[in-house]
């Protein structure tokens, strides 16, 4: 396929507004989804997992809510802050001939929160 | 606990040469998974290794290779360095072979740009 940089969704909010952004996942097999926050500079890291026999889990200012009727993931954030500021992945388990697992990444949202 | 650790963190290279990258998990995880990162394709998955042995690969050239140690250290190389392998390389480890309640944990990777 053609080759060009991601053109990554955008979300800008404020400081103190709630964040939402929503991932459309592929398979309908998958079993186990995990959000996660990329810094500039740094690699991602993980925020809140969820299996499919949940339909929400909440962790610390965020939410996470599936939807497998339609294959759907949102992550909620709470009071957003400027330390938000990121791009999120959502990420779906796929487990391989052998035993193993890869993630199945989606292709980010860009949050920017503004002070 | 400290995290995962790559090293080094950037890398130029000129084509044709080959690299090898390191990369050691978080202590007590058997599981090291390897991710490129592209602005084009995004986070893709390359191999997983446990317990020495690889267990999976993606959709990437045999050009790309990895091994993993008996303490869990892992390293990645790549041979005929093309211009297209520039990018942010991802190695990720955890404690099973499942990411159920053991999410991969990312390093902060490193960047390599083919010249």
């Known amino acids: 396929g053609e080759s060009v940089g991601l053109h990554l969704p955008t979300l800008s909010v404020q400081e103190g507004d709630n964040s939402i952004i929503n991932c459309a996942y592929s398979n309908s097999a998958s079993d186990y989804f995990i959000w996660y926050k990329q810094e500039s500079g740094k690699g991602p890291q993980f925020i809140i997992d969820i299996r499919s026999n949940m339909d929400k889990r909440q962790g610390q200012r965020v939410t996470v809510l599936l939807n497998k009727t339609v294959k759907h993931l949102s992550l909620q954030i709470a009071a957003t802050q400027p330390g938000d500021s990121a791009v999120y992945f959502c990420a779906e388990s796929n487990f391989l001939q052998g035993g193993s697992e890869k993630l199945v990444f989606g292709k980010g949202t860009k949050l920017t929160v503004n002070p | 606990k400290a995290g995962v650790t790559q090293t080094p963190r950037y890398l130029i290279k000129t084509r044709g040469q080959q690299v090898t990258l390191s990369c050691s998990p978080i202590?007590?995880?058997?599981?090291v998974s390897w991710y490129q990162q592209t602005p084009g394709q995004g986070l893709q998955f390359l191999f997983e290794y446990f317990s020495e042995t690889q267990r999976n690969k993606g959709n990437f050239p045999g050009r790309f290779s990895g091994r993993q140690f008996s303490n869990s250290r892992s390293e990645m190389n790549v041979s005929t360095l093309e211009l297209g392998d520039s990018a942010l390389y991802l190695c990720?480890?955890?404690?099973?072979?499942?990411?159920?309640?053991?999410?991969?944990?990312f390093g902060n990777g490193t960047r390599l740009t083919v010249t």
């Open positions: 202590s007590g995880h058997r599981s």
């Open positions: 990720a480890s955890k404690q099973g072979a499942s990411s159920y309640n053991s999410p991969l944990h």
